[in-house]
């Protein structure tokens, strides 16, 4: 974690180079972990929304893991200038001038504030991750969570190093796709790894169609164990804007934990 304050103002350059944000602030504690991340943003979009663009950019950009809470988002807006009204007669139009000149100094002085707690809908957290292999073919199977729901999703693919993050991937989608109501599905994923400073990382690729619209996604996670639990993280990265979204389905359906 970075804790040089050269490598803080990046970061907070980074964040504030998302659309409609227009400051940021970044919290170190003691051992250089980021505490708090402030941001001002002069919007009408969700906050959720706004912090989920922060959060990926900089798992992305800076490679940094950390949690989203620590993000809060304050909604910055300008009041509209108010209409005037022409005085009739030469003292009157002095005194309007003066009048509507000092209303414009008080407009430019306010700032209407709104500050909203950024509360993000559960996610799916993983819980495991099974890989096997069995004549030339590998096989995963992964098992999510959601508020006290358990999916296992299950797919196989070529028994090649592509072949392994394809098989996660998909398996990944498919236990998501039991956990929440949607009708979007998707087409093959593509894997990428990445060097970020010091850190190596793992980018997966989304297609997705919805009735007619065509969408893509994109999540990031550093490696830390292995690269199949990379591969969840970042499927699931990927997918943080559209579970926020979606409704769950019954608990009828899933084993309950």
């Not at 900089?58 to 940094?64: D, Q």
């Not at 799916?124 to 992964?142: I, S, T, W």
């Not at 236990?175 to 790894?193: G, K, Q």
Request: charged share 30%.
């Amino acid at each position: 974690m970075p804790s040089n304050p050269m490598d803080i103002k990046k970061l907070e350059s980074i964040v504030t180079g998302i659309h409609d944000v227009t400051g940021c602030r970044i919290v170190v504690d003691a051992k250089g972990r980021i505490a708090e991340i402030h941001v001002t943003a002069d919007t009408d979009r969700d906050p959720r929304l706004i912090a989920r663009d922060v959060n990926t950019l900089l798992t992305v950009k800076a490679g940094l893991e950390f949690d989203y809470r620590t993000i809060s988002v304050v909604r910055v807006s300008e009041p509209e200038a108010c209409g005037e009204t022409e005085p009739a007669g030469e003292a009157a139009a002095e005194e309007g001038e003066e009048d509507a000149g000092n209303e414009a100094d008080e407009a430019e002085e306010i700032l209407v504030v709104e500050e909203e707690p950024v509360a993000l809908p559960p996610r799916p957290r993983l819980d495991r991750v099974e890989v096997a292999h069995a004549a030339g073919e590998v096989q995963a199977a992964v098992t999510l969570s959601l508020d006290g729901r358990r999916a296992t999703g299950e797919s196989a693919s070529a028994d090649t190093p592509d072949g392994h993050l394809a098989a996660v991937v998909h398996a990944t989608l498919d236990a998501v796709l039991m956990l929440y109501e949607t009708d979007m599905r998707f087409t093959s994923p593509a894997c990428r790894r990445l060097e970020v400073g010091r850190e190596a990382v793992l980018v997966v690729y989304l297609d997705a169609v919805s009735e007619r619209d065509v969408l893509s996604f994109a999540g990031a996670a550093v490696i830390r164990q292995d690269r199949q639990q990379a591969a969840v993280l970042a499927t699931l990265d990927a997918l943080n804007r559209p579970t926020g979204l979606w409704n769950p389905r019954e608990g009828k359906d899933f084993e309950i934990l």
